[in-house]
């Protein structure tokens, strides 16, 4: 269970790794716009803001890859926590942006919560 566990919490980083990418080098390029459903106009005048918000998913990454590496207590801990910061992130996202976000971030970040507590 512990390595189905770590396996998910690493998944979870790479999501955010990956959002981090696209708020934050991506932001005006046409993969980024049709994830979050931007235009061309929205996203050059957004994109400071984008890559702020970028940055916190790359924090969010990194604290999920530290929970993963660490050693117990410290390891579980950080991804403890780091998955309920995924999860309510994604459920005020999905509250006052985009439904989707619920599916993308919340549950994700649910069920590695309960791989984690059930491997404890």
């Known amino acids: 269970m512990s390595i189905i566990a770590t396996t998910v ?5 790479a999501l955010h790794v990956y959002i ?14 049709a994830a979050f459903g931007t235009t061309a106009e929205f996203a050059s005048e957004s994109k400071a ?13 990194a604290g999920l890859v530290w929970g993963a590496v660490a050693s117990d207590p410290v390891g579980f801990q950080a991804k403890v926590f780091f998955l309920v910061c995924v999860a309510v992130a994604g459920a005020y996202g999905a509250a006052t942006a985009s439904r989707r976000i619920l599916f993308v971030q919340t549950v994700p ?7 984690v507590l059930a491997a404890h």
Do not use: C
């Open 49 to 61: 803001l984008a890559a702020n918000q970028g940055l916190y998913n790359g924090f969010l990454a």
């Open 9 to 13: 919490v690493l998944l979870i980083a």
């Open 20 to 33: 981090l990418a696209l708020e934050m080098f991506l932001w005006t390029g046409p993969r980024a716009r």
């Open 109 to 115: 970040a649910l069920l590695g919560l309960a791989l």
